[in-house]
C-alpha cells in the first residue's frame, strides 16, 4: 500500500511552525500530502508571554495552554504534530531525543524538510532545534546506526524565515506563492492566543515577501509568499 509523500518541519516551540512555515505546511498538505510537525519544546519559558500574565499561573498549566493552541493551528492548516517536551531556554537534545528524531526521520521518509534558519542572536533555542534537526537527518542516513529501518536518503531541507532576518544572516534563496492557502494560515496565526502580538508581524511580512515574489517572477497573482533558504545545493538536469 503506497502511502502520501511526507513533509516534516522540525519547530523548537510551539508556536514556531504556524509563523514561520503555516503557508508552506497547508499548502502541501492541501496537495494531498502528509504533514507531520515535531515540536521540540512547548515554548513554556520563553515564548508564553501572554500566559504567563494570566494570574496563579503554572508550567504545568502554561504547556496545556500551548499544547491546545498548536493542536488546533495544525488542524487548521491541515497538519499532524508529535510533541517532545524536551524544555526550553535553554533547549538541549537528549539522547532520547535524539533516537526518537532519528526514527521519525527513518519511518516518515520525508520528500521535504522544513527547519529552523542557522542564526539567531534573540533565541538560542532556534538554532539548536536548526542543529538537532541536520544532526539526526545525518544519523539517519548512516547504515551503522542502531535503528531499525533502512537508512535515509537525501531529502532536500529549507530553513524558513527568522522574526529578524537581518540579525540572523538569513538570505531567501526561494519564495513560496501561499497566497491559495493564505486564509488558512491567518486563522492558525490567530488561533496562537499567548502570542497574539505577533499575527499582525507576520501577515505585513508575507505581504512583503508576495511583493518580493511578483517582482522575481512576474506573477501578478501572488499577494502573500514565504521566504526560504536552502541548506544543500539543488540537483537538476535544467536550469530554471
Known amino acids: ?138 544519523f539517519a542516513q548512516a547504515e551503522g546506526y542502531p535503528l531499525p529501518g533502512p537508512p535515509l536518503g537525501a531529502p532536500p531541507v529549507f530553513m524558513f524565515e527568522p522574526h529578524q532576518p537581518e540579525q540572523c544572516d538569513f538570505k531567501p534563496d526561494v519564495l513560496l506563492d501561499v497566497t491559495p492557502v493564505w486564509e488558512r494560515k491567518r486563522q492558525a496565526m490567530d488561533s496562537m492566543e499567548a502570542q497574539r502580538h505577533l499575527v499582525d508581524y507576520y501577515s505585513d511580512l508575507s505581504r512583503r515577501r508576495g511583493t518580493q515574489a511578483v517582482r522575481n517572477s512576474g506573477r501578478k497573482g501572488i499577494a502573500h509568499a514565504e521566504a526560504y533558504q536552502r541548506v544543500f545545493p539543488q540537483v537538476t538536469g535544467e536550469l530554471a
Open 1 to 138: 500500500m503506497s502511502h502520501p509523500a511526507t513533509v516534516l518541519v522540525f519547530s523548537a516551540h510551539a508556536a514556531d511552525f504556524v509563523w514561520r512555515a503555516g503557508g508552506a505546511i497547508a499548502l502541501y498538505a492541501s496537495r494531498g500530502h502528509r504533514v507531520r510537525i515535531l515540536c521540540l519544546s512547548y515554548g513554556e519559558r520563553g515564548e508564553s508571554q501572554g500566559a504567563w500574565k494570566e494570574p496563579e499561573m503554572t508550567v504545568a498549566r502554561v504547556k496545556e495552554i500551548r499544547r491546545t493552541e498548536s493542536e488546533r493551528a495544525a488542524s487548521l492548516l491541515g497538519a499532524e504534530v508529535r510533541f517532545f517536551d524536551a524544555g526550553d531556554y535553554p533547549l538541549r537534545p537528549s539522547d532520547d531525543l535524539v533516537a526518537a528524531l532519528v526514527e521519525e526521520y527513518r519511518t516518515c521518509r520525508p520528500e521535504i524538510v522544513l527547519t529552523h534558519a542557522y542564526n539567531d542572536p534573540y533565541n538560542p533555542d532556534h538554532p539548536a532545534a536548526n542543529q538537532i534537526s541536520l544532526q539526526t537527518r545525518v
